[in-house]
């Protein structure tokens, strides 16, 4: 891909990923392990599983918009802080927020390779907490 490890992470979240699996691919090493803290628990995820994920956000969703509040970079490690928005298929002219994460990614060959990542249902944030 030859972009750095900070663009790497930003344009993933903010590409279209979850409408077309040649993106996600392009982004996703193929030995990819992702370890998720959601609200329903622990899962772990390898390719496969990222990409059902994925379908299920398209089908939910007109759109899915990340807004990111903070990049951290160390070598080919990265932490990311940001939130997704989205419009539904049933309501496209409202956009809200869907979940506010924290992920640390490993890169390896240029693609996202092992990962952890803590997620909270979206709300409405009415201050930046890094300014």
Do not use: C
């Amino acid at each position: 891909m030859g972009l750095k490890t900070k663009e790497v992470v930003e344009q993933f979240y903010q590409s279209n990923f979850y409408k077309d699996k040649e993106v996600l691919n392009s982004f996703l090493h193929p030995d990819v392990e992702l370890s998720w803290y959601g609200t329903t628990g622990l899962r772990k995820l390898q390719l496969s599983g990222i990409a059902e994920i994925s379908e299920q956000l398209a089908s939910s969703f007109d759109s899915l918009r990340a807004e990111i509040e903070k990049v951290l970079v160390e070598g080919d490690q990265v932490a990311i802080h940001f939130t997704y928005h989205v419009t539904t298929i049933e309501n496209p002219e409202e956009e809200m927020p869907l979940a506010h994460f924290i992920a640390m990614w490993e890169l390896k060959d240029g693609k996202l390779y092992k990962g952890v990542q803590i997620s909270q249902l979206g709300e409405e944030i009415e201050d930046n907490p890094w300014n």
